[in-house]
Each structure stands twice: as structure tokens, then as C-alpha cells.
């Protein structure tokens, strides 16, 4: 029946839909963490060329580009990103980009996240500082100084709007590009650049009370799936036995 692969696909697609908001709220007190939201399409079926039924279907999980709240840390290597924008982590050889700038020194002065990965600067090489680094300054445009004077630029690397849908996760907070996605390096002359901010870390962009809602109404819309599929299948066996009984 048709109306089955109706229901089947706006059940499939809700399913979708309440995954992708559950790991969202999973993730509320992530730092750095981008949502992911749902692109829905329609598909109408046309046999002999007439519309006869409407199927609800997803056409990607895209990675919400809103900016989170910067909260204050006080802590000089933590760094908040505004703007579109990711930092660059060396994770196994793999690059990774991410918007979580909570960063320390290791023993041998490599700034690395709190993994222990290298991050990155403006060429993509690791950032080291000398010993007994003091006076740490991380300026606007990811130019870091210290007591010795300009040490390297914090590397600040943009994806354009369709590269960003190429992006596939790499853990809470982290990316890693697809397809030929390809990373640009920002420039920060241009108007509208990406801002770094110094003793901040960027908050998760997840709205609680939002995805509450929303897993609510995408539950309820599940049930009612399920419930509709229910009594199509009892009405088609009904019709089955009334059919064999005639015969």
C-alpha cells in the first residue's frame, strides 16, 4: 500500500531527526560543539505523471554555523572563536578542525589541546614556545606574543558554505573534511573575520530548552507514525480475510 511507504518514510526521517537532537542535547555543556540540524525535502510520487502521494525525507544532517557564548575563563591559552572559523589539530597525522580553543603547553613547550594534540598554526605546522614562556598574547587575529617578541599565528582555517556540508565528525568537537573539502587559511584584513577572543572558550551552540521542545514534537510525530502504520496494517488484513472468505 501506499500510504505504508508514506508512513515508512516519515518514520525513518523522525528517527533521523530524534538522533540527531539527542546527541545535540548530549552535548549542551560541550565547548565548541556545533549542532547538527536537519535539511528535509519533499518527494512527491507521480505515477502517469499525477501526484498521488507526498513522502517527507531528509536530505543531510548540516552542522549549525551559529556562534556560541563566550565564557570567561581567565586562562591565557584558552581561546574563543566568533565568525566562521575552525582551529587545526594534528590528531594521529590526521588534521582535524575545531571550534573548542581549550588549549595547554606540554612539557617540551608544544601548545596542544588537552588530549596532548599539536595544534596547528596559519601553514599548518605545530606551534612551540620556548622555555619558560611567560606573558602569553593571543591578539584578535591569532597572532601569539610573548616577553620575546611575535612567536606565530594561531592558525584560523574557513571552509566555504558547500565544503562545510563535507564536514563529518571526529568525536564531540572536532571535524574532519570530506569529498575534497578544502580548508582556507582566514584572512583577517577582510571585512567580516573571523574574531579570537583570549581567556574565553566558546560555549556549546545547543539551545536546551529548544531541543526539548523540539524531541517532543518529533516524538509525538513518531508515535503517531507508528499508530497510522498500525491501523493501515490491521484495515489491509482485514480486506485479506474478507477476500479469502469470498472465495
Same mark, same amino acid.
Given at each position: +500500500? ?31 560543539? *556545533? ?9 512527491? &510520487? ?17 552542522? &549549525? ?15 574563543? $572563536? ?43 605546522? #605545530?606551534?612551540?614556545? #620556548? ?29 566555504? #558554505? ?16 570530506? $569529498? ?16 579570537? *577572543? ?13 531541543? +526539548?521542545?523540539? +524531541?517532543?514534537?518529533? &516524538? ?7 499508530? +497510522?502504520?498500525? &491501523? $493501515? ?7 485479506? *480475510? ?6
Amino acid at each position: +500500500m501506499q500510504e505504508l511507504a508514506v508512513l515508512a518514510s516519515r518514520t525513518l526521517t523522525t528517527q533521523r531527526q530524534f538522533a540527531a537532537i539527542a546527541d545535540n542535547v548530549a552535548n549542551v555543556n560541550t565547548h565548541g560543539f *556545533r549542532k547538527l540540524e536537519m535539511n528535509f525535502r519533499e518527494v512527491i &510520487s507521480r505515477p502517469g505523471g499525477k501526484p498521488t502521494a507526498s513522502y517527507v525525507a531528509d536530505r543531510a544532517l548540516l552542522i &549549525s554555523q551559529a556562534d556560541g557564548v563566550h565564557e570567561s575563563t581567565g586562562n591565557p591559552l584558552d581561546v574563543a $572563536l566568533s565568525g566562521n572559523g575552525f582551529f587545526a589539530i594534528n590528531v594521529n597525522g590526521i588534521t582535524q578542525y575545531t571550534r573548542r580553543g581549550q588549549f595547554a603547553l606540554a612539557n617540551d613547550g608544544t601548545l596542544v589541546t588537552p588530549e596532548g594534540n599539536p595544534v596547528l598554526d596559519n601553514a599548518g605546522a #605545530p606551534i612551540q614556545f #620556548p622555555a619558560e614562556t611567560r606573558n602569553i598574547k593571543i591578539a584578535a587575529d591569532g597572532t601569539i606574543g610573548t616577553e620575546q617578541g611575535q612567536l606565530a599565528r594561531l592558525g584560523v582555517f574557513q571552509f566555504s #558554505p558547500e565544503d562545510q556540508k563535507l564536514l563529518q565528525r571526529a568525536g564531540a568537537s572536532a571535524f574532519i573534511p570530506q $569529498l575534497g573539502a578544502t580548508a582556507v587559511p582566514a584572512d583577517f584584513a577582510v571585512p567580516g573575520a573571523p574574531q579570537l *577572543r583570549q581567556g574565553y572558550l566558546e560555549a556549546s551552540n545547543v539551545n536546551a530548552v529548544q531541543e +526539548m521542545v523540539d +524531541m517532543e514534537t518529533v &516524538s509525538r510525530a513518531y508515535q503517531q507514525s507508528l499508530t +497510522m502504520a498500525r &491501523s $493501515l496494517e490491521e484495515l489491509e488484513q482485514r480486506a485479506i *480475510r474478507n477476500l479469502s472468505g469470498n472465495n
